[in-house]
């Protein structure tokens, strides 16, 4: 099992495609890419190929859900890879694998449940990585709120610092109350624990999108996800579900995301994806 999930599973790259149905009525659709937990390292060249084909699906918006990166060198070949999807509107959020390295690790501990972390990880070059993403236009929602227009929409954005190290703070959408009749609220997360998303949908929020769970990693067919690597239930582990909270009910979107980590790199049952939403109105 280890050497199929590392060897084949681990990179056999898939786009998975999902229709939003959160558009006013006579609104033009858009095309979100949403991409999750590359874990870089340079050596992935067939990872980086991938990549780079990407902006094929032609977006009108990147989501970047954070841990993009598995070593200090992989900035330079990540923002090449990258390159044709940063001349499109795009947001990030970090993970904590931005910020820190990872170290060895048994890939069957990631089933003992939420990952510990190490205070004396080597930090990565998280601010290059950052700085070069806000260069080319790309909005950082770490614990920030933003809003931009696209197709006459005002897209109100709010994202979060990355929930499993502690960081997060949520900001609140742009505005107060409610928002124009055209306008989509947009909650932006790494890691996607209860705490973030009952305040994203209390906060107003259209559609959730997050990462970080690996769609389970390490999966039994026909069953799913084991764990989720935070309080997620392992249902929602990966796909477009719906979470609940306030008497509100938002779509939410958790990307299986790219990458292993580089210390546990194996995927059962489980490919690796990034996915593709078809924002539209109502049928």
């Known amino acids: ?12 790259f898939a786009v998975r495609t999902e229709q939003l149905r ?18 870089l390292i340079p050596s992935q060249q067939d990872k980086l190929d991938w990549l780079s084909g990407l902006a094929d699906l032609k ?14 060198a992989s900035v330079a ?15 990030f959020v970090p993970g904590s694998n ?3 390295a990872p170290k060895p690790a048994n890939p069957l501990r990631y089933l003992a449940g939420p990952s510990r972390q190490d205070p ?49 703070a949520w900001p609140g959408f742009p505005g107060a109350g409610a928002g124009p ?18 305040a994203m949908t209390d906060g107003g929020a259209d559609v959730i999108l997050a990462g970080h769970t690996h769609g389970g990693q390490i999966c039994v067919p026909g069953f799913g996800a084991l764990v989720t690597n935070c309080d997620l239930p392992t249902w929602q582990a990966s796909g477009l579900t719906e979470w ?30 990034a996915v593709v939403l078809d924002v539209v109105s109502p049928a």
Not at 22 to 39: N, Y
Not at 77 to 91: C, F, I, K, S, Y
Not at 144 to 160: K, Y
């Open 59 to 72: 977006p009108d918006l990147v989501v970047n859900t954070g841990d993009n990166i598995g070593a200090a």
């Open 22 to 39: 959160i558009l006013p009525p006579g609104a033009r659709p858009f095309r979100i890419l949403h991409l999750s937990d590359i874990h």
């Open 181 to 198: 009749a055209r306008c989509l609220r947009i909650g932006v997360t790494h890691a996607p624990y209860r705490r973030v998303l009952d």
């Open 244 to 273: 609940s909270s306030g008497g509100r009910t938002v779509p939410l979107e958790v990307s299986a995301g790219i990458g292993t980590s580089p210390k546990a790199p194996v995927r059962f049952a489980c490919r690796p994806e």
């Open 98 to 100: 931005d910020y820190y």
């Open 120 to 168: 004396n990880r080597t930090e990565l070059p998280w601010e290059d990585l950052f700085d070069a993403f806000e260069a080319r236009g790309w909005l950082n929602l770490s614990n920030q709120r933003f809003s931009r227009v696209l197709h006459r929409i005002r897209l109100d954005f709010a994202g979060t610092d990355d929930p499993h190290l502690g960081l997060d």
């Open 77 to 91: 070949p990540l923002l090449r890879a990258l390159d044709p999807l940063l001349d499109v509107p795009g947001v």
């Open 1 to 12: 099992m280890v050497a199929w999930g590392a060897l084949v599973e681990a990179r056999n």
